[in-house]
Protein backbone atom coordinates (compact mmCIF):
# COMPACT_ATOMS: atom_id res chain seq x y z
CA UNK A 1 0.00 0.00 0.00
CA UNK A 2 1.45 3.14 -1.35
CA UNK A 3 0.90 6.44 1.17
CA UNK A 4 1.51 10.12 1.21
CA UNK A 5 3.35 10.82 4.35
CA UNK A 6 0.26 13.46 5.04
CA UNK A 7 -2.07 9.96 4.50
CA UNK A 8 -0.15 8.50 6.97
CA UNK A 9 -0.27 10.89 9.51
CA UNK A 10 -4.10 11.54 9.31
CA UNK A 11 -4.50 7.10 9.27
CA UNK A 12 -2.37 7.44 12.85
CA UNK A 13 -4.22 10.04 14.01
CA UNK A 14 -8.15 8.85 12.95
CA UNK A 15 -6.52 5.79 14.86
CA UNK A 16 -5.43 7.29 18.45
CA UNK A 17 -8.88 9.28 18.09
CA UNK A 18 -10.92 6.02 17.71
CA UNK A 19 -8.83 4.76 20.62
CA UNK A 20 -10.02 7.50 23.45
CA UNK A 21 -13.81 7.03 22.07
CA UNK A 22 -13.90 3.72 22.69
CA UNK A 23 -11.94 3.62 26.40
CA UNK A 24 -14.88 6.64 27.17
CA UNK A 25 -17.59 5.35 25.98
CA UNK A 26 -16.99 1.77 27.67
CA UNK A 27 -18.79 1.35 31.12
CA UNK A 28 -15.59 1.24 33.16
CA UNK A 29 -15.93 1.09 36.96
CA UNK A 30 -15.64 4.55 38.98
CA UNK A 31 -15.08 5.88 35.43
CA UNK A 32 -17.26 8.85 33.17
CA UNK A 33 -19.68 7.35 30.82
CA UNK A 34 -22.47 7.98 28.73
CA UNK A 35 -25.15 7.61 31.50
CA UNK A 36 -22.38 8.73 34.76
CA UNK A 37 -20.09 11.53 34.93
CA UNK A 38 -18.74 13.37 37.47
CA UNK A 39 -19.85 16.68 39.14
CA UNK A 40 -18.78 19.27 35.97
CA UNK A 41 -17.34 16.47 33.78
CA UNK A 42 -19.29 14.70 31.61
CA UNK A 43 -19.52 12.22 28.46
CA UNK A 44 -19.92 15.00 25.87
CA UNK A 45 -16.65 16.59 27.36
CA UNK A 46 -14.77 13.46 26.53
CA UNK A 47 -16.05 13.56 23.19
CA UNK A 48 -15.35 16.84 22.38
CA UNK A 49 -11.29 16.41 23.61
CA UNK A 50 -10.77 13.31 21.70
CA UNK A 51 -11.67 15.88 18.48
CA UNK A 52 -9.64 18.57 19.43
CA UNK A 53 -6.96 16.09 20.16
CA UNK A 54 -6.35 14.76 16.54
CA UNK A 55 -4.57 16.95 14.90
CA UNK A 56 -2.09 16.99 17.60
CA UNK A 57 -1.61 13.38 16.97
CA UNK A 58 -1.42 14.01 13.05
CA UNK A 59 1.29 16.47 13.93
CA UNK A 60 3.27 14.02 16.38
CA UNK A 61 2.92 11.41 13.41
CA UNK A 62 4.22 13.85 10.99
CA UNK A 63 7.39 14.57 12.78
CA UNK A 64 7.70 10.92 13.34
CA UNK A 65 7.63 10.67 9.71
CA UNK A 66 10.17 13.26 9.52
CA UNK A 67 12.36 11.68 11.32
CA UNK A 68 12.28 8.28 9.91
CA UNK A 69 13.18 10.29 6.72
CA UNK A 70 16.06 11.74 7.80
CA UNK A 71 14.77 15.31 7.82
CA UNK A 72 14.50 16.12 11.00
CA UNK A 73 16.25 14.23 14.35
CA UNK A 74 14.81 12.72 16.71
CA UNK A 75 15.17 15.73 19.52
CA UNK A 76 13.60 17.74 17.24
CA UNK A 77 10.27 15.70 17.34
CA UNK A 78 8.64 18.54 20.19
CA UNK A 79 6.59 15.85 22.03
CA UNK A 80 6.37 18.35 24.85
CA UNK A 81 4.96 21.06 22.80
CA UNK A 82 2.91 19.00 21.15
CA UNK A 83 1.53 17.72 24.35
CA UNK A 84 0.69 21.63 25.73
CA UNK A 85 -0.46 22.36 22.39
CA UNK A 86 -3.01 19.35 22.68
CA UNK A 87 -3.79 20.43 26.14
CA UNK A 88 -4.05 23.74 25.31
CA UNK A 89 -6.64 22.97 22.54
CA UNK A 90 -8.83 20.38 24.46
CA UNK A 91 -8.82 22.97 27.33
CA UNK A 92 -10.49 25.56 24.57
CA UNK A 93 -12.86 23.04 23.53
CA UNK A 94 -14.77 22.13 26.33
CA UNK A 95 -15.62 23.28 30.29
CA UNK A 96 -15.06 19.85 31.70
CA UNK A 97 -11.84 20.69 33.37
CA UNK A 98 -8.75 18.08 33.05
CA UNK A 99 -9.94 15.14 30.24
CA UNK A 100 -7.43 13.84 28.75
CA UNK A 101 -3.83 15.02 30.36
CA UNK A 102 -2.38 11.02 31.06
CA UNK A 103 -4.10 10.05 28.57
CA UNK A 104 -2.50 12.78 25.86
CA UNK A 105 0.73 12.26 27.34
CA UNK A 106 0.79 8.60 26.79
CA UNK A 107 -0.54 8.53 23.31
CA UNK A 108 1.52 11.57 21.72
CA UNK A 109 4.63 9.64 21.88
CA UNK A 110 3.14 6.56 20.14
CA UNK A 111 2.06 8.77 17.50
CA UNK A 112 5.58 9.75 16.70
CA UNK A 113 6.68 6.31 16.91
CA UNK A 114 3.87 5.04 14.79
CA UNK A 115 4.89 8.26 12.23
CA UNK A 116 8.38 6.43 12.77
CA UNK A 117 7.32 2.94 11.53
CA UNK A 118 6.41 1.18 8.55
CA UNK A 119 3.32 0.27 7.67
CA UNK A 120 2.54 -3.11 6.12
CA UNK A 121 1.21 -3.97 2.73
CA UNK A 122 -2.34 -4.12 4.92
CA UNK A 123 -1.93 -0.18 6.35
CA UNK A 124 -1.22 -2.62 9.88
CA UNK A 125 1.62 -1.42 11.99
CA UNK A 126 3.74 -3.95 13.71
CA UNK A 127 3.86 -3.75 17.53
CA UNK A 128 7.49 -4.64 18.06
CA UNK A 129 8.36 -1.54 15.80
CA UNK A 130 6.56 0.50 17.09
CA UNK A 131 7.61 0.02 21.06
CA UNK A 132 11.42 0.11 19.49
CA UNK A 133 10.90 3.47 17.90
CA UNK A 134 8.50 4.89 21.15
CA UNK A 135 11.67 3.93 23.27
CA UNK A 136 13.90 6.23 21.10
CA UNK A 137 11.20 8.71 21.15
CA UNK A 138 10.84 9.08 24.41
CA UNK A 139 14.50 9.38 24.99
CA UNK A 140 15.27 11.82 22.70
CA UNK A 141 13.06 14.41 24.70
CA UNK A 142 15.08 17.55 25.54
CA UNK A 143 14.77 20.08 28.60
CA UNK A 144 12.01 22.30 26.42
CA UNK A 145 10.22 19.18 26.14
CA UNK A 146 10.03 19.40 29.88
CA UNK A 147 9.13 22.79 30.57
CA UNK A 148 5.90 22.20 27.74
CA UNK A 149 4.52 19.61 29.78
CA UNK A 150 4.88 21.61 33.03
CA UNK A 151 2.95 24.30 31.14
CA UNK A 152 0.19 21.63 29.99
CA UNK A 153 -0.35 20.65 33.43
CA UNK A 154 -0.82 24.28 34.53
CA UNK A 155 -3.29 24.60 31.97
CA UNK A 156 -4.96 21.17 32.72
CA UNK A 157 -4.93 21.55 36.39
CA UNK A 158 -5.36 17.58 37.37
CA UNK A 159 -6.41 17.05 40.73
CA UNK A 160 -4.50 14.68 42.56
CA UNK A 161 -1.18 16.59 42.55
CA UNK A 162 0.62 16.28 45.47
CA UNK A 163 4.25 17.90 46.47
CA UNK A 164 6.88 16.12 44.62
CA UNK A 165 10.43 16.08 46.29
CA UNK A 166 12.25 17.23 43.42
CA UNK A 167 11.47 19.62 40.75
CA UNK A 168 7.59 19.89 41.78
CA UNK A 169 5.63 20.73 38.96
CA UNK A 170 3.34 23.24 41.59
CA UNK A 171 7.66 24.95 42.24
CA UNK A 172 7.77 28.24 40.04
CA UNK A 173 11.14 27.19 40.60
CA UNK A 174 11.37 23.77 38.94
CA UNK A 175 11.44 25.16 35.17
CA UNK A 176 14.51 27.44 35.49
CA UNK A 177 15.95 24.22 37.05
CA UNK A 178 15.10 22.43 34.32
CA UNK A 179 16.95 24.81 31.71
CA UNK A 180 19.60 25.38 34.00
CA UNK A 181 20.49 21.59 34.42
CA UNK A 182 19.44 20.84 31.09
CA UNK A 183 17.32 17.98 32.22
CA UNK A 184 15.12 16.08 29.57
CA UNK A 185 11.34 15.09 30.16
CA UNK A 186 12.43 11.58 29.75
CA UNK A 187 14.58 12.68 33.06
CA UNK A 188 12.19 14.39 34.93
CA UNK A 189 9.44 11.43 34.07
CA UNK A 190 11.79 8.80 35.19
CA UNK A 191 12.00 10.97 38.50
CA UNK A 192 8.40 11.31 38.75
CA UNK A 193 7.93 7.01 37.93
CA UNK A 194 8.23 6.51 41.94
CA UNK A 195 4.52 7.52 42.25
CA UNK A 196 3.11 8.16 39.01
CA UNK A 197 2.19 5.09 36.77
CA UNK A 198 2.12 7.51 33.41
CA UNK A 199 5.82 8.61 34.38
CA UNK A 200 6.70 5.31 34.74
CA UNK A 201 5.05 3.82 31.36
CA UNK A 202 7.19 5.99 29.38
CA UNK A 203 10.43 5.05 31.23
CA UNK A 204 9.78 1.59 31.35
CA UNK A 205 8.93 1.39 27.67
CA UNK A 206 5.37 1.01 28.59
CA UNK A 207 5.15 -2.35 29.97
CA UNK A 208 2.07 -2.79 31.34
CA UNK A 209 0.24 -1.23 27.93
CA UNK A 210 2.10 -3.87 26.22
CA UNK A 211 2.85 -6.83 28.53
CA UNK A 212 -0.29 -6.78 29.79
CA UNK A 213 -3.41 -4.79 28.82
CA UNK A 214 -2.77 -4.78 24.65
CA UNK A 215 -2.35 -8.78 24.64
CA UNK A 216 -5.28 -9.35 27.02
CA UNK A 217 -7.55 -6.84 25.14
CA UNK A 218 -6.72 -8.41 21.64
CA UNK A 219 -7.23 -11.98 23.29
CA UNK A 220 -10.45 -10.66 25.06
CA UNK A 221 -11.68 -9.48 21.84
CA UNK A 222 -11.04 -12.52 19.79
CA UNK A 223 -13.18 -14.67 22.11
CA UNK A 224 -16.97 -12.55 21.42
CA UNK A 225 -15.95 -9.29 19.93
CA UNK A 226 -18.16 -7.76 22.56
CA UNK A 227 -15.65 -4.09 22.95
CA UNK A 228 -17.28 -3.19 25.85
CA UNK A 229 -16.73 -6.26 27.73
CA UNK A 230 -13.63 -6.58 26.60
CA UNK A 231 -12.36 -2.92 27.86
CA UNK A 232 -14.03 -3.66 30.88
CA UNK A 233 -12.13 -6.91 31.43
CA UNK A 234 -8.77 -5.68 30.26
CA UNK A 235 -9.83 -2.74 32.71
CA UNK A 236 -10.00 -5.01 35.76
CA UNK A 237 -6.70 -7.11 34.80
CA UNK A 238 -4.53 -3.59 34.80
CA UNK A 239 -6.36 -2.00 37.82
CA UNK A 240 -5.70 -5.40 39.75
CA UNK A 241 -2.09 -5.79 39.05
CA UNK A 242 -1.26 -2.43 39.37
CA UNK A 243 -2.99 -0.45 42.40
CA UNK A 244 -3.93 2.98 40.73
CA UNK A 245 -1.83 5.93 41.20
CA UNK A 246 -4.06 8.11 40.65
CA UNK A 247 -5.95 6.77 44.03
CA UNK A 248 -2.74 6.13 45.78
CA UNK A 249 -2.23 9.96 45.45
CA UNK A 250 -5.10 11.52 46.60
CA UNK A 251 -6.26 8.86 49.92
CA UNK A 252 -2.92 6.64 49.89
CA UNK A 253 -1.42 3.41 48.89
CA UNK A 254 -3.07 1.25 50.89
CA UNK A 255 -6.75 1.92 49.54
CA UNK A 256 -5.37 1.95 46.36
CA UNK A 257 -4.44 -2.14 46.85
CA UNK A 258 -8.09 -2.28 48.45
CA UNK A 259 -9.46 -1.62 45.35
CA UNK A 260 -6.83 -3.27 43.45
CA UNK A 261 -8.02 -6.59 45.57
CA UNK A 262 -11.34 -5.86 44.50
CA UNK A 263 -10.84 -5.79 40.75
CA UNK A 264 -9.31 -8.90 40.82
CA UNK A 265 -11.87 -11.00 42.89
CA UNK A 266 -14.60 -9.18 40.07
CA UNK A 267 -12.45 -10.94 37.36
CA UNK A 268 -12.23 -14.19 39.10
CA UNK A 269 -15.99 -14.78 39.68
CA UNK A 270 -16.53 -13.52 35.73
CA UNK A 271 -16.76 -10.22 35.24
CA UNK A 272 -20.11 -9.50 33.24
CA UNK A 273 -20.07 -13.26 32.07
CA UNK A 274 -21.64 -14.12 35.42
CA UNK A 275 -24.44 -12.66 37.14
CA UNK A 276 -22.42 -12.68 40.80
CA UNK A 277 -19.91 -10.93 38.49
CA UNK A 278 -22.36 -8.10 36.97
CA UNK A 279 -23.29 -7.81 40.69
CA UNK A 280 -19.88 -7.27 42.12
CA UNK A 281 -19.02 -4.99 39.19
CA UNK A 282 -22.02 -2.94 39.96
CA UNK A 283 -21.56 -2.83 43.70
CA UNK A 284 -17.62 -1.72 42.94
CA UNK A 285 -18.76 1.39 40.33
CA UNK A 286 -20.89 2.77 43.60
CA UNK A 287 -18.29 2.10 45.63
CA UNK A 288 -15.30 4.17 42.98
CA UNK A 289 -18.45 6.73 42.63
CA UNK A 290 -18.39 7.38 46.28
CA UNK A 291 -16.56 9.69 48.86
CA UNK A 292 -16.23 12.66 45.66
CA UNK A 293 -14.80 10.62 43.16
CA UNK A 294 -11.67 10.03 45.21
CA UNK A 295 -11.42 6.44 44.56
CA UNK A 296 -11.28 6.99 40.84
CA UNK A 297 -8.83 4.93 38.69
CA UNK A 298 -7.98 7.86 36.26
CA UNK A 299 -4.67 6.43 35.61
CA UNK A 300 -5.86 3.13 34.86
CA UNK A 301 -8.42 4.20 32.20
CA UNK A 302 -5.19 6.28 30.45
CA UNK A 303 -3.64 2.84 30.19
CA UNK A 304 -6.70 1.77 28.21
CA UNK A 305 -6.58 4.37 26.13
CA UNK A 306 -2.95 3.49 25.17
CA UNK A 307 -3.78 -0.23 24.67
CA UNK A 308 -6.50 0.82 22.56
CA UNK A 309 -4.42 2.85 19.96
CA UNK A 310 -1.96 -0.18 20.44
CA UNK A 311 -5.30 -2.19 18.99
CA UNK A 312 -6.45 0.45 16.59
CA UNK A 313 -2.64 0.70 14.82
CA UNK A 314 -2.61 -2.90 14.84
CA UNK A 315 -5.76 -3.27 12.65
CA UNK A 316 -8.25 -3.84 15.12
CA UNK A 317 -12.28 -2.73 13.82
CA UNK A 318 -15.37 -3.09 15.28
Same mark, same amino acid.
Given at each position: ????? *???????????????????????????????????????????????????????????????????????????????QCVADI?????????????????????????????????????????????????????????????????????????????????????????????????????????????????????????VAYPFL??????????NTAVIH?????? *???????????????????????????????????????????????????????????????????????????????
Amino acid at each position: MTQKP *SDKAIHISKCLELAILFEISADKPGNVNLTTGFEGTRYEHFLVSAVAAAPWFRHAAEKGIACSEGRIRLSEIGIGDSIKQCVADINQWQKGGNTLLGTVILLMPIAAAAGATPQREDGRFEMLAIRENLGRVVRATTSEDAVAVYKAIEIAKPSGLNKAPELDVNDPSSVAEIMKRGISLYQVFEIGSKWDSVCAEWVKDYPVTFDVAYPFLMQALSKDGNLNTAVIHTFLKVL *SENPDTFIARKIGKEKAEEISSAAKEILVLGGLKTEEGKKRLRDFDLKLRSSSNLLNPGTTADIIAAALSLCVLGGYRP
